[in-house]
């Protein structure tokens, strides 16, 4: 069975400093989609980002950049020089193919929530 | 275009009752799903459909119906309220509900039960 595990509970940390939240994965298959999903305080959730498991390239967009590694089973999402805004809940997801069929089922993790101070 | 969006926004139920939440989405996508987020803890797939008339159990069924007689429309069924549904609720939809595809999920609907 597929599960996603973000150890990170909550992070705070102060306004214009990196942080990097932690998300480690177990799949059997060897095909996957990884996503980070953002929630704000007003609970909707926001598509970050895709990955999949043959594309072991790092993404960096504007403040936000990512880190796949298939040898640690991980996908860590940085965001460099924090701001007040992006305080949230942020969740990591895995999406797998299961015996050739796939119906783009999400696994989340619990999800890490942060906290920016001014 | 209003995407996914979900009624009610908020509802206390009492233990036993029933009600239903629905969802609906104006994109034409095949595929919807039904998630629960419980407080601190990521969401559950708790139902999903890959179309009309075609429904399928997620990793946390028990105690929900589920339908869907159209493509738009894809209402969760509660018919015996216990306090362990109090959860948020969300509704997601999809296109073709390929692996790497992007799920758009409506805001949530906050479910009490007392």
């Known amino acids: 069975a597929q599960k996603v595990t973000q150890a990170q509970t909550e992070i705070s940390v102060v306004e214009k400093e990196d942080v990097t939240l932690d998300c480690v994965y177990e799949?059997?298959?060897?095909?996957?989609?990884l996503f980070w999903y953002k929630q704000p305080p007003s609970g909707e959730l926001v598509f970050l980002i895709r990955?999949?498991?043959?594309?072991?390239q790092n993404e960096i967009s504007g403040r936000y950049s990512w880190n796949f590694q298939k040898s640690t089973s991980s996908f860590n999402f940085t965001i460099t020089a924090s701001q007040v805004v992006d305080s949230a809940v942020y969740f990591c997801?895995?999406?797998?193919?299961?015996?050739?069929?796939?119906?783009?089922?999400?696994?989340f993790g619990q999800g890490t929530i942060l906290t920016v101070h001014p | 275009n209003a995407g996914v969006t979900q009624t009610p926004k908020f509802r206390i139920l009492k233990i036993g009752q029933s009600m239903t939440l629905q969802c609906t989405q104006d994109?034409?996508?095949?595929?919807m799903y039904w998630y629960r987020q419980d407080p601190g803890m990521g969401l559950k797939l708790i139902y999903y459909?890959?179309?009309?008339?075609?429904?399928d159990k997620g990793e946390v069924p028990n105690g929900y119906n589920v339908s869907r007689s159209t493509t738009e429309d894809f209402p969760l069924r509660l018919e015996l309220a216990a306090p362990s549904q109090t959860s948020v609720y969300f509704c997601?939809?999809?296109?073709?509900?390929?692996?790497?595809?992007?799920?758009?999920f409506g805001p949530g609907t906050r479910l009490l039960v007392l």
């Open positions: 994109m034409n996508h095949n595929y």
């Open positions: 997801a895995l999406s797998e193919v299961t015996g050739g069929t796939s119906y783009g089922k999400l696994t």
């Open positions: 459909s890959v179309g009309a008339g075609i429904t």
């Open positions: 799949t059997r298959d060897t095909t996957y989609y």
């Open positions: 997601a939809s999809s296109y073709a509900g390929n692996p790497g595809e992007t799920q758009y």
């Open positions: 990955r999949n498991s043959f594309d072991e």
